[in-house]
């Protein structure tokens, strides 16, 4: 026997309870939980009462939401007791495609890193949106050969999931179902409820993460969907939903996205904090962590700490406020609270052309200005909400001075893209409401998910910098104020993710969110918010490099209405 790990509150996924036993672990597995029986061990380790639970799993994230890369994300997350993700690497397919996917699967990493396959790659189709690569059909089947692939990734495009048989999106399910048939399809399915959702579901879509109330967990759970539980829906009133009516078996604790200046602060064990601070009891939060993300991907290896499972576990000095000891891999220490310990996850190496990927013209003045021959013009604009990454379908009357729009003196911005795969050249305005209150520009390439180049602000001279410095860096997040670059952060793989050491990128986005608030930029996650005002699956008006879009109709919303006549 390897080693024995004695004296521990060892928590039986099975009763959901905790128990004092000795674990014996052989070689990378789980061998014999006890109570005081002495087998022959290579290693003891004094346990001193401490908390031992399986180490947590977390199946639905984006490693590229971290803007990071593999190794730096599984050194930055294992500490914080997270040992298996489930990736859905449809940021960098959005970019590359499918060579985007297997580069980083290529990548090994002490964490288990396994992964789903993007299914809605470009979020839409190609007649609303400009991406650099596309999933189809036969790069789902090469894709699903791959024994790290545990699900079809998140469902986005509802219109097209219900538009018939022979729609992209149902061509890859019935794939998946033909070649894998016990595959999981994951879904996003934000604010659909009644016929549409069970349109949704009937098309084989049984899981969704997105941001839920409490009547949405009683109505998606009741009609079979598995719900996936990150940060922005977790509630007093939600929390308790799920308690009240005993939901345990059928929701999980995600991350979704976690950005790289709030990763080194927690990971997955502060959602699991969280909802006993809400109310949840830590037995059942602890189970909705480990057991039942690991049951919902089929991975019959982990999730409890049991005879021949994976030794991944996490001792606990204090089970209540979550604190963490020390973390196990295999049966391996790759973290201890009082121990540096040196985890040898090996940088990937991604080809030449990941670094150069960013292809838009240089702006000039002119591609700021929105030129009207009225006196008045009657806007569509997309107003921003403050607590969630939707945004609001408005319209408004802007003047217009000396032939151009005049949006700043209503306190607006201009958001413009600028389409960067040099496919068409496109470049795209909206007017956005409850952004920038000082004079600024914030410029980025990291724009879900089609991720061409945004450009806010209420200052050309400023855009016309913030966006020459984006393109001569080949990607990133930055901000400028009189025309001098107040934050950057360097984002030069795909112009989407950084291969910094996750200190130095956490420092910098630091900076920019700091930048972003002192401009005016007020909201729970300002990165998140701006980076979302692109998502075109994402309630209510969103950016593409075609326009504004309607998301749920899928279709474009003009910049200005042509019907609209000046007042006198």
Sequence with gaps: ???????????????????????????????????????????????????????????????????????????????????????????????????????????????????????????????????????????????????????????????????????????????????????????????????????????????????????????????????????????????????????????????????????????????????????????????????????????????CIAPGKLADFILLDDLYDFQIHSVYKKGKCVYHCHQDIVIDDQKPVFPPDFYHSLYAKEASFEDFQIAASQKEVLCNVMEVQPHSTFTKHIQMKLPVKDGYVDYQSAGLCLLTVFERYNKNGHIAHAFVKNTLKMKGAIATSWAHDHHNIMVLGNCVEDMIVAQHQLLKQQGGYLVVENQQIQANALLNVGGIISDQPLAQLSHDLCLVRDAMEKLGYEHDNGIMSLSTLSLPVSPELKMTDYGMMDTYHQKMIPLMEENHEDTD
């Design 1 to 303: 026997m390897d080693q024995l790990i004695k004296n521990v509150h060892v928590y039986n996924t099975f009763t959901q309870s905790f128990e004092k036993k000795n674990v014996y672990i052989k070689e990378d597995k789980f061998y014999y939980i006890c109570d005081d029986e002495s087998l022959s061990v290579h290693k003891v380790i004094d346990g001193e009462g401490k908390y031992m639970i399986p180490g947590l799993i977390d199946i639905h994230m984006h490693i590229e939401s971290s803007m990071t890369i593999p190794s730096e994300f599984s050194q930055a997350v294992l500490p914080h007791g997270v040992t298996t993700v489930v990736a859905d690497p449809h940021e960098i397919a959005n970019v590359f495609g499918i060579r985007g996917i297997e580069t980083m699967i290529s990548n090994e990493t002490t964490l288990d890193i396994f992964y789903g396959i993007p299914s809605s790659v470009p979020s839409t189709n190609t007649c609303l949106e400009t991406t650099g690569g596309k999933i189809d059909v036969e790069d789902v089947k090469q894709l699903l050969k791959n024994p790290r692939i545990m699900c079809l990734g998140e469902v986005m495009n509802f219109k097209d999931l219900i538009g018939g048989e022979e729609t992209l999106i149902n061509q890859i399910i019935r794939t998946c179902h033909q070649e894998r048939w016990q595959l999981p399809i994951e879904g996003h399915c934000p604010k659909i409820s009644g016929l549409d959702l069970a349109q949704y579901i009937y098309q084989g879509v049984d899981a969704d993460h997105t941001q839920q109330t409490p009547e949405s967990i009683v109505e998606k759970i009741k009609n079979g969907m598995f719900l996936e539980i990150q940060r922005k829906s977790m509630s007093q009133e939600t929390i308790q939903t799920l308690v009240n009516h005993q939901f345990y078996e059928y929701f999980a604790f995600v991350t979704d996205d976690v950005m790289a200046d709030q990763l080194q602060q927690g990971h997955l064990n502060l959602l699991v904090k969280l909802a006993y601070d809400l109310g949840m009891p830590i037995e059942k939060a602890i189970y909705c962590a480990t057991y039942t993300p690991a049951r919902r991907m089929h991975m019959i290896d982990r999730g």
